[in-house]
């Protein structure tokens, strides 16, 4: 299909850089730009949360201004789209974030331990996002994200909270309803469960998905990147199809989970802007508020780390090393790689961390349609081996797989079936493509079957291929693709601590059936 002209030819596009092309169109938009748009943010020249954790180090917590020709009467506007992050430490950190459809006046939360007992005001900011116009195509779009950083809570507590505005206060008789509650991380490592997938968009599938989430009762959820697909194409180009309404339908959709279960977003293809900032991430940075783990969380949203119990979760940007889609190839000169690497010797050293989770969009082993990024094996998969790491959790490829125990080398260090275990210490890392989260799903080569718990097909080679520094297709025929599903499908993956340290993962499809299940224990 065709897709119409948004500012940029094609054939131009494909030639240039993210940054490239954010210029090109500002230098065309700047007199239609009548509010701040979420590239100041990216700029510094919005106020964030207090404690920096949010983009920006250390804003401050006053709330950002609201043009009164702007600003409907509060009572008339419904906060929607309330959606949870850890800080730094989830043990006392939480970031509270949602949605308004118009500019209020002097945003707030109130926090407690009862949910009839809610706290005083604590302030929050507005991100205002601008959308421009395209002439014939879409209309401007002016939206409104609120957040708040909460600090020095109680560790292993639960909180209810409920946020407002002038004019609409959830501690009101007629608002209690849109009261909610999260939980933070114990102060000692003790069992929990999180969830994870990629690819998730919005449609009856993707909501079944998170209804899914729910039952599992995740400590937390990750989100291995393609979060709303509101950029229709992912190709990073300003001529992509775009419509950044589809975010209020994507935070309505995932309300029902997000506003308890801390919902922690990496980006993918489709997560790459370019109407908004050079690295097309100013949307991101308007939309979410994540940890900051000293990573620049001004120019690169989804990477961060967090450490909950005895498991340290690192999060990273693929479009930063992706030779598939390089339209923000390199745009962290090679920082993002070595932060990883600074980031993953600390955690190996912590006594504390028994395991270490990395998650991110790109492929580094799969053999569906878009199969494996070269730039993610090169850049990434020595530090995976050098420092052990125990699970890597991928989207991109709507399907479910599974590898085996792969080496740094890409060679099966261990057979891992269905109902296996390994050792990373001995074997390598298992790699899970989990992109079944709810968009349009994709197969398998041609002739290659589905294997997975109950259905077990074992194939002694793949024919697939990886993508190369000049985009071209290697082809590689592979023996590490051990569990293959590609129905919707969730990752739920219990944590052991103590002399019993463990990961149990499981996959289950969107229907709760088990389609495979694993375990990962170091030293055994």
């Excluded at 939309?287 to 005895?310: E, H, I, K, M, Q």
């Amino acid at each position: 299909m065709d897709l119409p002209d948004f500012g940029i030819p094609a054939q131009l596009a494909r030639r240039m850089s993210m940054a490239e092309q954010h210029e090109y169109l500002r230098t065309r938009l700047t007199r239609r730009r009548a509010l701040v748009t979420a590239g100041a943010v990216a700029g510094g020249l919005l106020t964030g949360c207090s404690d920096g954790s949010s983009p920006g180090g250390s804003p401050s917590r006053t709330p950002g201004p609201a043009s009164p020709a702007t600003t409907a009467p509060g009572s008339a506007v419904a906060p929607f789209g309330r959606h949870l992050a850890f800080g730094a430490d989830p043990r006392t950190q939480m970031r509270i974030s949602w949605q308004v459809p118009a500019a209020v006046r002097a945003p707030y939360v109130r926090i407690g331990t009862r949910p009839d007992e809610l706290g005083e005001k604590t302030a929050a900011e507005i991100r205002a996002l601008h959308t421009p116009g395209t002439d014939g195509i879409r209309a401007a779009l002016d939206q409104y994200y609120v957040h708040v950083a909460l600090d020095r809570l109680l560790p292993g507590t639960t909180y209810y909270y409920g946020v407002g505005h002038d004019g609409f206060d959830p501690a009101a008789a007629e608002h209690r309803g849109t009261i909610a509650s999260f939980r933070t991380a114990p102060a000692n490592p003790s069992s929990f469960v999180f969830t994870a997938f990629g690819d998730q968009g919005v449609s009856k599938a993707a909501a079944a998905s998170d209804d899914l989430v729910l039952k599992q009762k995740p400590a937390f959820h990750l989100h291995a990147g393609d979060i709303c697909y509101a950029d229709v194409n992912g190709r990073g180009a300003e001529s992509d199809g775009y419509d950044p309404a589809y975010w209020d339908l994507f935070l309505k959709q995932n309300e029902q989970v997000a506003r308890t279960v801390p919902w922690m977003v990496t980006t993918g293809n489709h997560d790459m802007e370019a109407w908004y900032s050079p690295d097309g991430y100013g949307g991101q940075l308007a939309r979410w508020s994540l940890p900051d783990s000293g990573f620049d969380a001004r120019t690169a949203p989804g990477v961060y780390s967090f450490v909950y119990g005895n498991a340290a979760f690192v999060a990273l940007d693929a479009n930063d090393v992706s030779y598939e889609i390089p339209a923000n190839l390199g745009y962290t000169g090679g920082k993002q790689t070595a932060w990883l690497g600074e980031r993953l010797a600390a955690l190996r050293a912590d006594p504390a961390v028994d395991f270490v989770v990395v998650f991110f969009h790109h492929c580094a082993y799969s053999t569906s349609s878009h199969a494996s990024d070269g730039g993610v094996r090169e850049e990434w998969l020595p530090l995976f081996d050098e420092h052990q790491v125990d699970l890597v959790i991928n989207g991109h490829n709507h399907v479910y797989e599974r590898t085996d125990a792969v080496k740094g080398d890409g060679t099966v260090g261990r057979r891992v079936p269905v109902g296996g275990s390994t050792d990373p210490t001995r074997d390598g890392t298992v790699y899970v493509t989990a992109g079944g989260g709810g968009k349009d799903l994709y197969g398998f080569p041609t002739g290659v079957r589905e294997s997975y718990e109950g259905h077990v097909r074992d194939e002694d080679a793949v024919d697939t291929f990886s993508w190369t520094r000049s985009r071209a297709a290697k082809t590689e025929a592979v023996e590490w693709s051990r569990v293959r599903y590609r129905g919707f499908s969730l990752l739920s993956v219990r944590v052991e601590s103590g002399t019993a340290a463990r990961l149990t993962v499981s996959a289950l499809a969107q229907d709760g059936d088990r389609i495979d299940h694993f375990e990962v224990r170091r030293g055994a």
